[in-house]
């Protein structure tokens, strides 16, 4: 499946993987994968920056995409934009942005960030970050 070795102990000084060759190795190793649906899935290169957007059933298979993008080899770092199918929903419901995930391979880092929307939780809960209150926080509580 895979003409390169996993871990690449040591590359020619200078070198650096043509973009389109990882993206070419990512997604060969995104279709013959059994684990996730990638359909819904684009895959961008620049610079040896991998950028993931798109859509997947759950955030499991979120991640496992991401994670399986930084182990490429010649990726320097990973941008991950796709969104969990119930948000998709959300989405064109009410014009929610979720965040975007960004791992970097070679601290091993994550970090996730949230911004321009609220989460939403279960369906029948109301959007955490908004208050239908009027200002407080308690739902007895009236308000004048």
């Known amino acids: ?10 590359v020619p000084k200078g070198y650096t993987r043509p973009d389109e060759s990882i993206r070419e190795d990512l997604c060969r190793r995104l279709a013959y994968s059994d684990a996730v649906d990638v359909r819904d899935v684009e895959v961008g290169v620049d610079g040896g920056v991998v950028e993931l957007s798109g859509w997947v059933q759950d ?5 496992w995409i991401e994670e399986l ?3 490429v ?11 969990m199918a119930q ?5 064109s419901a009410d014009g929610h942005v979720s965040g975007i995930s960004h791992s970097s391979p070679a601290t091993g880092s994550a970090a996730s960030s949230y911004g321009g929307g609220v989460e939403r939780g279960e369906s029948n809960e109301f959007p955490k970050g908004r208050d239908p209150y009027g200002g407080t926080t308690n739902p007895m509580k009236s308000v004048t």
């Open 1 to 10: 499946m895979n003409e390169y070795p996993q871990h690449t102990r040591a």
């Open 69 to 71: 993008a930084a182990q």
């Open 59 to 63: 955030r499991r298979q979120k991640r």
């Open 73 to 83: 080899p010649g990726v320097r770092d990973v941008l991950n934009r796709i969104r």
């Open 87 to 91: 948000q998709r929903a959300s989405a």
